[in-house]
C-alpha cells in the first residue's frame, strides 16, 4: 500500500508540473481569441480579395501594353500548264482555250515560304462614359463593406469569449457553493454521530442526514463535470489546446448606462458594423448602377504599335518588301443598340440596391428590438441579484439560529436539514444572479458594439 501511496503521489507531483494551470484573464482570452479563430482569418481573407478586386478595378485608368508574335510557313506542290496561268490560280479550274500556233508552257511547282511578324501596342483609354471612375468607387465601397463585416464578426467572438468566460466563473462558483454544502452536511453528521451516541437521536435521523449528505455530494460531482465542460468551451472559442490548465481571474464588467433610450439609440445606428457594412454595400451598388449607365456613351481610345516583318521564323529581315510599320490609331466607338443588355444590367443593379435598402430596414428594427430586450434584461438581472443578496443573508441567519438550536435540543434534524437547503439554494440563485447581471452587461456591450471590460 505505502508502494502505491508513493507512486501516485509522484505521479500527481509530476501532472503538476507538466500541465501547470494558467492564470488568464477575460482580456487575454479575448486577444487570443482574435489571433487564432479561423473565422476572423476567414473575413480577413475576404477583406484581402476586396482590396484585389479594388487593385483591379484601378487598372481602368492605367494603360495596356501587348506584345504579339505569329510566324507561318506556307508550302505549294504540284505542275502547272498556260492554262493555270490564264486563270491566274496556278490550278486548273477547267478547260481553256489555246489558240493554234501559241506558245505554251508547263512544268512542276515546288515553293516553300516562311512568314513572321512580331508587334508590339500600347494602348490608352481617354474616356468610357466615366465607367472606370465608377467602378473604382464601387470596389472601394466595398473593401470598406468587407472591413465592417470583419469588424462585426470581431464583435461577435468577444460576446462569445465573454460569455464563454462568464459561463465557467459562473460553473466554479457553483462547485464552490457545492462544496460548502458538502461541509455543512458532514458537519452536521458529526454532530449527529455524536448526539445519537448519547441516545439523544435516533438512527433514522442519523441515516437521513447521511443520504443528504450522499445527495450533495453527488452534486458536487455534476457541478465538478460541469465546470470542466465550461472550461473546455471557453478553450474551443479561444482557440486554446484542451490540455492546458487555465485558472480564471473575477470579472466584473462595466456597468452601461440605460437611463436614455434615445442616445444608446443614436450610438447604436451609429456605431454597428453591420448597419454600416449595409450603408457601403448601398453605395457600392449605387455605384455600379452608374458604372453600368457609362456603356451608354461612346468609348474614345488611342493606340500606338509597332509592327515588324520577317522571312523565317527567326525574324530576319525580308530581303524585299515591308521591314517594320509603325501606326498610331485614334478610335471612337458607340454602340446604340445591343439587344438592351445595357440597360437590363442597370435595372439588375437597380433592384439589388433597393433589395438591400429594405435589408437594412429589416436589420435596424431588429436591432432595436435587440436593444430594448438587452435593456429588460439588465433590469430584471439586477433586482434579482438584489433580492438573492438578502435572501442568502437571511439563509445564513437562518441557518445559524436553527443550528444553534440544534445543538440545544431545540430543533430537529430535518430542520437543520431544511435550512441547509435554504441556504444552498440561496446561494446559488446568487450566483445565478450574479453571473445573469454579467451575461446581460456583456449582451447589451455587444448591441451597441462596445468594447469595455
Known sequence: MKR?????????????????CWGISLEECIKIAIKNR??????????????EKERAALGGFLPTFDLEYSASRNRIRGSYGNSDYQNGTGLTRGRSYVPTGALTF???????????????????????????????????????????????????????????????????????????????????????????EVGLITKRQLLKVEVELDSARQDLLTANTNFTKALDHLKRVTGIPYSTGLELDKVSLREVNVADFGRLKKELME???????????????????????????PNIGVSLSYTKFGDDFDMKTKDDGIDYETLFMMTARWNLFNGLR???????????????????????????LQLRNSIDNLIVAKNRLKVAESAVKEGKEHYRITYESFKNGLATTTDLLDARYFLTRSENQKVDAFYDVQSAIARLQRVLEIDTY
Open 4 to 20: 502505491i501511496a508513493t507512486v501516485l503521489l509522484i505521479a500527481l507531483v509530476m501532472g503538476a508540473f507538466l500541465s501547470p
Open 38 to 51: 479561423d473565422i476572423i482569418k476567414k473575413y480577413e481573407y475576404q477583406v484581402k480579395a476586396a482590396k
Open 106 to 196: 508547263s512544268g512542276d511547282l515546288n515553293d516553300t515560304r516562311s512568314y513572321s511578324t512580331f508587334s508590339a501596342t500600347l494602348a490608352y483609354n481617354l474616356f468610357r462614359g466615366f465607367g472606370d471612375y465608377r467602378a473604382l468607387k464601387a470596389a472601394r465601397y466595398s473593401t470598406s463593406a468587407q472591413n465592417y463585416l470583419l469588424s462585426a464578426q470581431i464583435a461577435d467572438v468577444v460576446l462569445d469569449v465573454k460569455n464563454a468566460y462568464i459561463e465557467a466563473l459562473r460553473a466554479k462558483s457553483l462547485v464552490n457553493v457545492a462544496k460548502a454544502a458538502v461541509k455543512l452536511l458532514k458537519k452536521q453528521k458529526a454532530d449527529t454521530e455524536t448526539k445519537r
Open 271 to 297: 456605431r454597428r458594423s453591420e448597419i454600416r457594412y449595409y450603408r457601403m454595400l448601398i453605395s457600392s451598388l449605387e455605384e455600379q448602377k452608374k458604372a453600368s449607365e457609362a456603356n451608354y456613351y
Open 342 to 368: 445595357d440597360y437590363a444590367g442597370v435595372k439588375e443593379t437597380l433592384y439589388k440596391k433597393i433589395a438591400t435598402e429594405r435589408e437594412l430596414r429589416e436589420l435596424e428594427n431588429e436591432l432595436v
